[in-house]
């Protein structure tokens, strides 16, 4: 039988994600599990991202790298869990071919941005801590803006590119092996008389960003690890501000590798579902990952959410003692100011 034969000007224009095959038998508990964790990701990051902007003590390089951080978490699994979600309640498993192509350019931009987000904010830390003096000099709202629009337009420039390379090949099959569209295996799915050379290019030249990127972060971490072993005041502010983002580094890079090799690499022994997992890991772990350890580790971002708490807490007893006791709306206010009073002293004091 002749391969199906898929190209620019054929009439068929989508592609069968197969990896459903084997999720056909527990849809429902899937579906509610996913749509639940997707609910969590999107709460969790919006909430860290509405706490920055809204907070002008936050108003600081690292946590305005943050934000753009969990930003970047939300563009990513918004490529991926909407449509992931719909399937799993369809008994059609298939994306368009502009669709595949857009969702590989978000998944592969995603993880990019993520890197590269990180390679700044590590550059952040070892101003900060190795060269305090230049920080604020050096740190301005232009330079600022700047490493920011770095983080994003490098990798959006360098995989439009990629997807460009991708969208020009003569493809000969339409099932792709999982859940979700990525360039190489879209690649894979090249007629043999393809010439795939520039796409072999395009993705070392990619690798080798991100080895830079890498040995970028490499770098700053041993000057920072020199600086802090002189001073404790140092270590303790390696501590609450490096350790979350090295933890964060470690993890990204292993989950892209790992991932990168079993691409190209991996065996087709496994399970289906296993495979799956395998591919979809940098849109389980790291999106939920950032903002909680983040969140946790970072004392004023804890303090804040811990007094956002307090204060709904103590508004609703509030509520509960003017209903006891017949207050006034005045003398409930007074209650409330001095309530706020006293929670802004302790919010201050923590930090």
Excluded at 103 to 122: D, E, G, K, R
Excluded at 124 to 144: G, N, V
Excluded at 247 to 267: A, C, E, K, P
Aim: proline share 3%; net charge positive.
């Amino acid at each position: 039988m002749c391969p199906l034969i898929m190209d620019n000007q054929s009439n068929e224009r989508s592609f069968i994600l197969s990896g459903f095959n084997e999720t056909m038998n527990f849809t429902v508990p899937l579906f509610s599990v996913t749509l639940l964790y997707y609910c969590g990701i999107l709460f969790f990051n919006i909430s860290l991202v509405l706490l920055i902007v809204l907070d002008e003590s936050l108003h600081e390089p690292m946590y305005i790298f943050l934000s753009s951080l969990c930003i970047n978490a939300l563009y990513g699994t918004t490529g991926f869990y909407p449509k992931f979600l719909s399937d799993l309640l369809s008994s059609s498993h298939r994306i368009s071919y502009e669709g595949c192509l857009l969702q590989a350019f978000i998944m592969y931009s995603f993880v990019c941005c993520n890197f590269s987000i990180l390679t700044v904010m590590a550059f952040d830390r070892y101003l900060a801590i190795c060269r305090p003096l230049h920080y604020h000099s050096f740190m301005t709202k232009r330079r600022l803006s700047q490493l920011v629009c770095f983080s994003w337009l490098t990798p959006f420039c360098v995989f439009a590119i990629n997807v460009v390379l991708t969208a020009r090949l003569k493809l000969c099959g339409i099932k792709i092996q999982r859940v979700l569209c990525l360039n190489w295996l879209i690649v894979k799915l090249a007629c043999p008389e393809a010439d795939t050379f520039s796409n072999n290019i395009s993705a070392y030249v990619i690798l080798v960003i991100n080895v830079s990127h890498w040995l970028f972060i490499i770098w700053t971490y041993i000057y920072l690890i020199k600086t802090c072993v002189r001073s404790r005041e140092d270590r303790v502010k390696f501590t609450q501000t490096c350790v979350p983002h090295l933890t964060s580094v470690i993890i990204n890079f292993t989950v892209i590798v790992f991932d990168s090799m079993y691409l190209r690499f991996g065996s087709r022994d496994l399970s289906q579902s296993l495979q799956n997992f395998i591919t979809l890991e940098f849109v389980i772990i790291r999106p939920v990952m950032n903002p909680l350890m983040y969140g946790f580790k970072l004392t004023k971002i804890r303090n804040r959410i811990l007094s956002l708490i307090y204060l709904k807490g103590e508004m609703i007893s509030i509520k509960g003692y003017r209903l006891e006791y017949g207050c006034s709306k005045w003398e409930t206010l007074e209650i409330v100011l001095e309530r706020m009073c006293n929670i802004l002293v302790h919010v201050s004091l923590g930090s």
